[in-house]
Each structure stands twice: as structure tokens, then as C-alpha cells.
């Protein structure tokens, strides 16, 4: 099961800041999804309304059970790990955020936004009722009735002041974000292919989704992921990788392949130099 709703683009204004929101996916986890970060002012809301599983946040591993809400901001890896027999359902919203110039600033009322952009990793359970708000904002979005965009709006309004009101009650983790200045599409764009399309990962086909040159696309990813196109290859095969040595009938040879290597040798290869182990070492390990 799965809701996708990515060509909305909700935008609005809080506080001093424009906020987008580009992508709202409610699913059923039936397979892991593989290691991943997101780019400068690129924050993901993830509430889990049933089921169980496991979440890795910046190499620590948190138990996922009903009633979880946690939220990853920029560059801030996660990689999500479904029970196998009671599989979690997520509500994921992500969202863009840029500060508006001086002269379109509203009044600062309070400091809530400021609170929201400085937490760029909080992980808990949900005080504030956010599981009837996300199902208002997914009601809308299938509805679509007279008025649903500007109805959204004020539910995303809501969700980001609830979210930081469970901040405020269980302690968090703070890290400031930077700003920046490109279309807020070529992020989702970069990160979804990443996590998507390791097996077949091309520099020129990436170049291609964005509008841009080979050459553009290398200074972007260097910019807002700090990585090269290579770099992000790797990690992303690698992150696969782990995912499936998890599987003991899944064999060493398979999974090269699956992942866009031509032979298990040369990824038995690229994982020692990557990891420091070997791919049955780490299977072993497990």
C-alpha cells in the first residue's frame, strides 16, 4: 500500500521563512529502505500510525513502534527497517525551507520556526495528537474539494508548531542549518534517485532529470551534499548493500548484481575498501 502525492508543491510563508512542501507519501514498509540524507534546509517529518520496526539515525539504532514520530533534517542519515511480521505505516511529509528577504519578512510573533529549523534530528513519542492531523492533510490531498491547498496550508502550519511543541517536552538534538539557493524540485529529484536507482546510478541521467550538465550537477552535489557523483554512488550501492546481506538466502553473487556491479569480485572489492571488512565478514558479524 501506497499514497504518493509529490506534484502539489504547497508553499507558504511562517514567521521569517518560505516554507515547500514537495512530497507527502503514507506507505506500507514491506522492504527496508536503504541509507540516505538529505540536503541544506531539507526537513522530513515521519510519524508512524501502526505496525513495528527499526529506524538507524546517524549510525544509532531506535526501536520504531506505534505512535513514533521523528524528524531527520539536513545531511542527517537514516536508513528504516520494517518488522517483517508487523510491518510499520508511515506518513512522510518533506519539507523545503528558505528565508525570505528582509523586505517580505512578516513580524516575528515567536520563536517556534526558530526551533524547528535548529532541531535538525529529534526521534519520540507523539504528544500532540499529530496522527489525526496527518490524516486531515492525506484526506485533503486524495479529496482534493474546493479550498483543499490553502486547507493544507494551515494543517502543514499546525503540524510544525505541534512538532515543536514535542521538542519542547522530551529532550532534542540542535544543529544549525545553512541556507541556500536552488530549485527546491532538484533535491527530492537527486535524493529519490539515489534511493531508488542505485543499480543503474549514471551521472548523465541524473544531469538529464535536473536540466543541467554533467559539470553543474558534479558542483551541486559537491555544494549541498559535500560528496561527488562517485561518492554518492558508492554510498548508495553500499547502503543497499547492507540491506540485502541481511537476507542469509540471498547469495554474495546476487547481490553485486542487484546493486550495478558487474561481478561479485568487484564488489566484494568496492565493500572491503568502503566498509574495512569483507561482504561475509559482515554477513558473519550480523
Known amino acids: 500500500m501506497k499514497l504518493n502525492y509529490d506534484t502539489v508543491n504547497i508553499t507558504f510563508s511562517m514567521e521569517q521563512y518560505r516554507i515547500s512542501s514537495l512530497h507527502f507519501v503514507y506507505e ?3 522492504r527496508s529502505i536503504p541509507c540516505h540524507s538529505h540536503s541544506d534546509n531539507s526537513y522530513e517529518i515521519h510519524y508512524i500510525s501502526h505496525g513495528k520496526g527499526k529506524v538507524k539515525i546517524n549510525g544509532v539504532l531506535y526501536p520504531i513502534v506505534p505512535n513514533t514520530l521523528y524528524i531527520t533534517g539536513p545531511h542527517v542519515e537514516h536508513e528504516q527497517i520494517p518488522d517483517p511480521q508487523d510491518p510499520m505505516f508511515e506518513y512522510c511529509i518533506y519539507l523545503k525551507t528558505e528565508k525570505l528577504s528582509k523586505r517580505k519578512q512578516q513580524k516575528k510573533a515567536d520563536n517556534y ?21 496527518m490524516q486531515q492533510i492525506f484526506f ?3 479529496k482534493k474539494y474546493d479550498g483543499y491547498h490553502k486547507l493544507v496550508e494551515t494543517l502543514l502550519q499546525q ?3 505541534k512538532m515543536t511543541r514535542n521538542y519542547v517536552r ?18 527530492l529529484i537527486i535524493e529519490e534517485y539515489f534511493l531508488y536507482e542505485y543499480k543503474n546510478l549514471s551521472l548523465n541521467i541524473l544531469s538529464e532529470l535536473l536540466g543541467l550538465g554533467p559539470r553543474q550537477t558534479e558542483r551541486l552535489l559537491k555544494k549541498h551534499y559535500g560528496k561527488s557523483f562517485l561518492q554518492k554512488k558508492t554510498e548508495a550501492r553500499m547502503s543497499a548493500a547492507l540491506i540485502f546481506l541481511l537476507d542469509p538466502n540471498k547469495r554474495i553473487t546476487d547481490i553485486a548484481l542487484d546493486i550495478g556491479y558487474s561481478s561479485s569480485e568487484h564488489f566484494s572489492n568496492a565493500f ?15
Open 28 to 30: 506500507q514498509f514491506l
Open 113 to 133: 520556526m526558530q526551533l524547528f529549523l535548529e532541531t535538525t534530528f529529534w526521534f519520540g513519542q507523539d504528544s500532540q495528537n499529530i496522527h489525526s492531523l
Open 140 to 142: 485533503e490531498l486524495e
Open 159 to 161: 503540524l510544525i508548531i
Open 170 to 187: 522530551i529532550p532534542m538534538n540542535q544543529e544549525k542549518t545553512i541556507p541556500f539557493d536552488l530549485g527546491y524540485g532538484k533535491f
Open 272 to 286: 572491503k575498501r568502503y566498509f574495512g571488512m569483507t561482504a561475509r565478514e559482515y554477513r558473519k558479524k550480523c
